[in-house]
């Protein structure tokens, strides 16, 4: 499970902030909300209203994600260092949290730039960036410098094979392909809690409760997800080697208790009357 930063052009930006964030542990669960708008509009004597739909809301994901270290990385400097040369998986056992949290914070939080290195965003102060820095960012005081505020990054929450990023909507045809098990989005959510400490004051354990809205916009371009293929995932249309779906068309259902015993009104097989009941949802009748 990974968090992967992406750029202004909608591409991972692997060279400013370097290999992605794998979480050290998968959730124990994970919660996937997509909401609807339709607006209600009352009749005179309706028994029901009629609803019009307006648009799809949004999709939030949230999860929890547990860092734990079990190597005071504070008293025992040495040690630390050669947990970060180890290939036994110590590495992934003994985690600097403060770091994780960092990391993880630094997608809530906006972005200023020297206006005259390009990117788009809103002007800030001439002279002094809002960061409290004067002129260019190598520290040389220059007037009328333009900064620019760019918002938080956008990131890429991968997970394999979980189907993620269809269970949202289908994209491009491409993009589908490439990103089913991926979602693009922003953090609106990073609530830590502090578990336990070594006694030098380094975190031993924290949860980060992470929440995720799925964006439209990918790099320059907005791309709605939509329905439109979602019923050749549903059916287990074969994309890309595997099937999307691994479920039973209503059509193809079969009873197996009782398959062959007689049914006492019709004389039907149980089979013979599940494939009836089925049949007749279909065709719209009870």
């Not at 997800?225 to 979602?230: F, K, N």
């Not at 479920?247 to 015993?261: F, H, V």
């Not at 009836?276 to 719209?284: M, P, V």
């Amino acid at each position: 499970m990974i968090l992967i930063p992406l750029g202004d052009d909608g591409s991972p930006d692997l060279q400013t902030f370097g290999t992605p964030l794998r979480f050290q542990y998968f959730p124990e669960s994970l919660s996937d909300s997509k909401a609807i708008n339709y607006q209600q509009k009352e009749v005179p004597g309706g028994s029901l209203p009629i609803y019009q739909w307006v648009s799809s809301g949004e999709r939030n994901i949230t999860f929890t994600a547990f860092f734990t270290s079990d190597t005071d990385l504070i008293a025992d400097p040495q040690l630390a260092a050669s947990l970060q040369e180890s290939t036994l998986g110590l590495r992934d056992r003994n985690v600097d949290i403060r770091s994780a949290v960092a990391w993880l914070r630094s997608f809530m939080l906006p972005r200023y730039v020297n206006g005259s290195t390009g990117g788009g965003g809103s002007s800030s102060t001439q002279g002094t960036s809002p960061t409290g820095n004067t002129g260019t960012g190598s520290g040389n005081a220059s007037a009328g410098v333009t900064y620019l505020t760019l918002p938080p990054r956008r990131l890429r929450l991968y997970i394999p094979n979980s189907g993620i990023g269809v269970a949202g909507g289908m994209m491009s045809a491409q993009e589908q392909q490439s990103m089913p098990d991926s979602v693009t989005c922003v953090m609106t959510q990073c609530e830590v809690e502090w578990v336990a400490y070594f006694p030098s004051g380094c975190p031993r354990i924290a949860s980060v409760q992470l929440a995720f809205a799925q964006v439209a916009q990918l790099g320059q371009r907005v791309v709605f997800p939509s329905a439109d293929g979602m019923q050749a995932v549903v059916q287990g249309t074969q994309q890309a080697g595997r099937a999307r779906f691994y479920g039973y068309k209503l059509t193809n259902r079969r009873r197996n208790d009782n398959a062959a015993a007689p049914d006492s009104e019709s004389g039907q097989t149980g089979g013979a009357v599940a494939q009836a009941q089925s049949d007749s949802i279909l065709r719209g009748r009870t």
